[in-house]
């Protein structure tokens, strides 16, 4: 079963770029959302996680905030 991902960043975030990097190791496809100018969207991640910060990452309606191997790992049933 294919896990819905979705993730926020933005364009000069450097985990960001190491998130997707990992992304592409795992053949993991994802949806990119940019969130350095919308406001409603900077707004929306910090009701979700309470932090301004990306990247964060949706997999399958679970929230993970920042880049962390072993997490999304185990979100996403790879390890």
């Given at each position: ?10 364009t000069?975030c450097?985990?960001?770029?190491a ?24 707004d ?10 990306v ?14 191997r ?10």
């Amino acid at each position: 079963m294919t896990k819905k991902v979705t993730i926020y960043t933005t364009t000069v975030c450097p985990y960001c770029i190491a998130l997707k990097k990992f992304f592409k190791d795992y053949n993991v496809e994802y949806e990119e959302i940019d969130a350095s100018s919308d406001e409603e969207i900077q707004d929306m991640l910090v009701e979700k996680t309470g932090k301004m910060s990306v990247p964060v990452v949706v997999v399958d309606g679970k929230w993970a905030q920042g880049f962390h191997r072993e997490e999304l790992l185990e979100l996403l049933e790879l390890k």
